[in-house]
């Protein structure tokens, strides 16, 4: 574990932080789909991502969700954080986007590495503000993006995490993740491949040009 974590965060915590992560972290591989914290659960430990990405999600009072942001490599859930930090149950649901590297910290140990080690307490503030920022990019497509761009920006979103022109979702899946109906999300995706920006395969769609 060691090895992979030098891999990714070697540039952002010294060694003895490094050798303490191993020492106490849990490694985790998880498969696709994988949904490993739920909304009203108690949040025991922080994921640090070594490889894949995860996406974070909100529900409302219905059960529709919300793709609130991405996490990748190097990356930490905020979210997460403070659930940790106070004892309180998630507000969100984490699932793997792709097969998932990541390593567990004990909540115990958060507070004490902030105290002990600078390079743990501006990975923390620098996380934090990673994801207030995605929020906030959230929050501005959805007040002021029509239902076309937002689905533009998912798609490039996925691109990017993924790094793969293929996105690999069926039209329910995207609405449920945009809040909306598949009835609309079909339709814009038969635009978006009349303008030639993609091509619509079964339960799939490549992307050309976005």
Request: with cysteine.
């Amino acid at each position: 574990m060691i090895d992979e974590l030098r891999e990714g965060y070697s540039e952002i915590f010294e060694a003895p932080l490094l050798q303490e992560i191993s020492e106490v972290g849990i490694f985790k591989e998880v498969s696709e789909g994988h949904k490993f914290i739920e909304i009203g659960d108690y949040v025991r430990s922080m994921p640090l991502l070594i490889s894949g990405a995860i996406k974070i999600l909100r529900e409302d009072g219905e059960g529709d969700e919300l793709l609130l942001y991405f996490l990748e490599r190097g990356d930490t859930c905020a979210m997460t954080m403070t659930c940790c930090m106070g004892q309180k149950k998630s507000e969100i649901r984490a699932i793997a986007e792709l097969d998932t590297k990541l390593i567990m910290i004990p909540v115990q140990k958060m507070e004490e590495w902030t105290g002990k080690y600078k390079s743990w307490r501006n990975f923390v503030f620098k996380s934090y503000h990673n994801r207030f920022n995605e929020l906030l990019e959230t929050i501005d497509s959805i007040a002021f993006l029509r239902m076309d761009e937002r689905l533009l920006k998912y798609l490039r979103d996925k691109v990017k995490v993924t790094n793969d022109m293929i996105v690999q979702n069926t039209h329910q899946e995207i609405a449920y993740e945009l809040n909306t109906s598949r009835v609309v999300i079909s339709r814009l995706l038969k635009q978006l491949e009349k303008l030639g920006k993609i091509e619509l395969q079964r339960n799939r769609i490549k992307v050309i040009s976005l």
